[in-house]
């Protein structure tokens, strides 16, 4: 149980281009999601954080025009990076925290590779 | 504020051999500490969590680790390492305490654990 789900897995796209990464809890009800950004050798960053039906929180530094967030159910998140340019190549995970019946345990999707050339 | 230092960006083990990956962290609060894997282009998984419940804290695979509040430290063991074990390791401090993932969590840079056969 507790499954969180990517699409795509990995993604190329040309500078310029938008590009929709999907996070799914697949058999739990996610009120938060969450967007972490991880750059090669690196740690994770903390981009947004995502509420059900309400605007994104986006961390110091983060563009939200660049990075828009939607959450528009219990069980999906989008994260669609904007005229995109190689320096957002990176790899984006989400994660998904469940309710009481979870312990608001937060799971993790298995991450989005996005190479812009 | 919290932070977590991960003190080896790399360590290296032959297999059979005992694994030790070190975590210092700095919290305002008492903390939730966790160590997360992730295998190469996968999600992150729960090894362990800190909960104040018990300060030698037993997760899935054989690992294991050690709150020490006097030296700010939750460093992670194995016994003896497996050719599996080959992966990523983040040390995580939650602003929340009593292992809940409520707030937001803080990684560490990561330690890339190599065995050798």
């Known amino acids: 149980g507790a499954v969180v789900s990517q699409h795509p897995s990995w993604v190329i796209c040309k500078s310029g281009t938008s590009v929709k990464i999907e996070c799914r809890s697949l058999d739990f009800q996610a009120t938060t999601m969450f967007w972490y950004r991880q750059f090669p050798k690196q740690s994770l960053m903390l981009m947004a954080t995502s509420n059900e039906g309400s605007k994104a929180t986006y961390e110091q530094g983060v563009e939200k025009d660049k990075f828009l967030i939607n959450h528009a159910s219990l069980t999906l998140s989008t994260l669609t990076v904007t005229s995109a340019h190689p320096e957002d190549s990176s790899f984006y995970i989400c994660?998904?925290?469940?309710?009481?019946?979870?312990?608001?345990?937060?799971?993790f999707g298995p991450g989005t590779r996005l190479t812009v050339t | 504020a919290q932070s977590v230092t991960q003190l080896d960006s790399h360590v290296s083990v032959s297999e059979g051999t005992p694994v030790l990956l070190r975590c210092n962290y700095s919290?305002?609060?008492?903390?939730?500490l966790f160590w997360y894997v992730q295998h190469p282009n996968k999600g992150l998984q729960l090894l362990l969590k800190y909960t104040s419940a018990a300060t030698l804290v037993k997760g899935i695979n054989g690992f294991e680790a050690e709150f020490k509040k006097s030296e700010t430290s939750f460093h992670l063991t194995k016994p003896s390492a497996h050719m599996s074990d080959a992966a990523e390791y983040f040390c995580v401090v939650s602003e929340y305490g009593r292992g809940s993932t409520l707030g937001r969590l803080y990684f560490g840079r990561g330690t890339q654990l190599t065995v050798w056969p």
């Open positions: 919290s305002s609060y008492s903390p939730s």
């Open positions: 994660s998904a925290r469940g309710r009481r019946e979870l312990s608001y345990e937060q799971y």
